[in-house]
């Protein structure tokens, strides 16, 4: 039973292309969530996603970037026109119930991206 | 001021010491959570608790809900326990975010 599987492990970008980050969750969880980790600081939310549902997209930012939880295959982070600055370690988690019901979230190993 | 804050940010142990790292949180939550992190590694779930205390082999954790604290020991240190641990707690104003702390980087020396 395969956890929280993310690809690429490492993403190099060139300033102005575009970054998709992808996420299979644990199987048989319909509730997944991206975090960004920036250099020297701590997760932050950013969105967090149900089968085909956005629920909460306010870590977001509201330019760029984007996700989404098809019915069939991943979830995607997409990161437009990629700036030095969205260089970081992306974590996408996954639960069987919302976090709400106290459920425990399993993680992936993240999605290191440069932009350079 | 962080609504969670760990203490310490840093910690290097002899092999076999007693650790402890301290979470304080100012918000109200649904449960509080133990990460552990590796260099340059995933992020693994170690507890999630609501509370009183729960225990996995040589790690602890507790919470404190009236005083809004949680402590996470490791007893009989080992190099391999060597990781960031972060304490993220669920934030019942906003259901579903988890909000962290920054983390306590351990190092245990043999």
């Known amino acids: 039973n395969a956890g929280v599987m993310q690809n690429p492990r490492h993403l190099v970008r060139r300033r102005g292309q575009e970054a998709r980050l992808r996420c299979s969750p644990v199987?048989?969880?319909?509730?997944v969530y991206w975090y960004r980790q920036l250099p020297e600081e701590g997760l932050k939310f950013m969105v967090y996603?149900?089968?085909?549902?956005?629920?909460?997209e306010s870590g977001m930012p509201k330019e760029r970037f984007s996700a989404e939880f098809p019915k069939e295959g991943p979830s995607i982070l997409r990161i437009q026109q990629v700036v030095r600055g969205d260089s970081a370690a992306y974590f996408c988690?996954?639960?069987?119930?919302?976090?709400?019901?106290?459920?425990?979230?399993?993680f992936g190993q993240g999605t290191r991206l440069t932009v350079v | 001021k962080n609504e969670v804050e760990q203490s310490p940010q840093n910690l290097t142990a002899q092999e076999g010491e007693f650790i402890t790292i301290n979470c304080s949180y100012s918000?109200?939550?649904?449960?509080l959570h133990w990460l552990q992190q590796h260099p340059g590694g995933g992020i693994v779930s170690l507890f999630m608790?609501?509370?009183g205390k729960k225990k996995h082999g040589r790690l602890i954790a507790t919470i404190n809900i009236q005083e809004k604290h949680s402590s996470l020991h490791i007893t009989a240190s080992h190099p391999r326990d060597s990781a960031v641990y972060i304490c993220?707690?669920?934030?019942?104003?906003?259901?579903?975010?988890?909000?962290f702390g920054t983390g306590t980087r351990l190092q245990v020396f043999p």
């Open positions: 988690a996954s639960s069987p119930l919302s976090l709400v019901v106290d459920t425990e979230a399993f």
């Open positions: 199987k048989g969880h319909s509730h």
């Open positions: 996603l149900q089968k085909e549902n956005i629920i909460d």
């Open positions: 918000v109200g939550i649904s449960a």
């Open positions: 608790l609501s509370s």
């Open positions: 993220a707690v669920g934030d019942v104003r906003n259901t579903d975010k988890l909000i």
